[in-house]
C-alpha cells in the first residue's frame, strides 16, 4: 500500500508544480507605442500584431528590424499598414527564386 500512496504524492507534487510555473511564463508584450516619424520601410523584415486581452494591455504592431529588434508601434498609422505591405513583399522575393541579396538579409520567409 505504501509504494502506491508514494505515486500518488509524486504525482499531485509534480501536476502542482508543471501548474504553478505555466502560470508564471512571463508574456513579452509592448507596454507603449511610438507614435513618432515613420521608420524606413527597407529596415523591416518582419510584422506581428499585438492583440489587447490576449495577454496584454495595448494593441500594437510589432517591426522587427533586421538585426532584430522589437519595435512597437501603433497598429491604426496608415504608414504601418505600408510598411507590413512592403514585408510581405519582401517575404515573397526572398522565398522565390533563391534571391540571397542584401535586400534579404534577416528575411526569414515564410513557407505556409
Known sequence: MAPMTDAK????????TCT???????MDCCLS??????????AIVHVHK???GQGCSIDATI???????NLCMPSDEPWVA???KHVVFLKKLCKKNKYKG??????????N
Do not use: M, N, W
Open 9 to 16: 504524492l509524486i504525482f499531485c507534487f509534480l501536476f502542482i
Open 20 to 26: 504553478v510555473t505555466l502560470a508564471e511564463i512571463p
Open 33 to 42: 507605442v511610438h507614435r513618432g516619424e515613420p521608420l524606413e520601410k527597407t
Open 50 to 52: 499585438q492583440i489587447s
Open 63 to 69: 517591426l522587427v528590424t533586421r538585426r532584430g529588434k
Open 82 to 84: 505600408d510598411v507590413e
Open 102 to 111: 542584401k535586400r534579404c538579409f534577416g528575411v526569414k520567409p515564410e513557407y
